[in-house]
């Protein structure tokens, strides 16, 4: 099975898939990583890896269309079974979508449907709930709003900073994203 991550950040998720796959958890291979901002972190993570890595600015393509018709070239070159977001900070459009029918798959720091957009711990926080959570779900058209795959919650306690909330999150993402994904995959067998 081959994956392409596509990141835009720190890319703590991206070294989580690495460490599962690693560790013999995910049977899987990272083939590709796509970036949209240059400069970002994930991207010498994945060059550590030695991971094919392809590095666009959305603005230099003429629309959403063109870029994506580029990813789905740089995805088709490599054989891409799925495509992982981890910290994708942009929605997908129809030309992925099409391509990759029920075979995106996003992680979301909180209990969906609370909280979907840009920091969702900042949200939860403002709202001062008790539990929140982490999200694993098939991308659709929408923002954070395709079908529910996995869930976990996270108590936040009275003492806990936004920093603590994020690494208990985080904690659970990285943990929970591995397993979610190697799923998918063994779904499809028994089917
Ligand atoms: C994660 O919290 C993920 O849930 C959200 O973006 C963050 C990415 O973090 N979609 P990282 O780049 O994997 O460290």
Redesign the pocket.
Known sequence: INLAVF????????DAIMHAIEEGELEARVALLVCDRIGAP?IEKAQSYEIDTVVYNPKVFENKAAYETALLADCHERDIDYII????MRLIGPTLLQAYEERIV????SLLPAFPGKDAIGQALEKKVKVTG?TVHLVDDGMDTGPIIAQEAVAIEEQDTSEKVKQK??AV?HRLYPQVIQSLFTKEESV
């Open positions: 990141a835009s950040g720190t890319g703590s998720n991206f994930v977001l981890a910290g994708f996003n992680i979301h720091p982490v999150i985080q993402e």
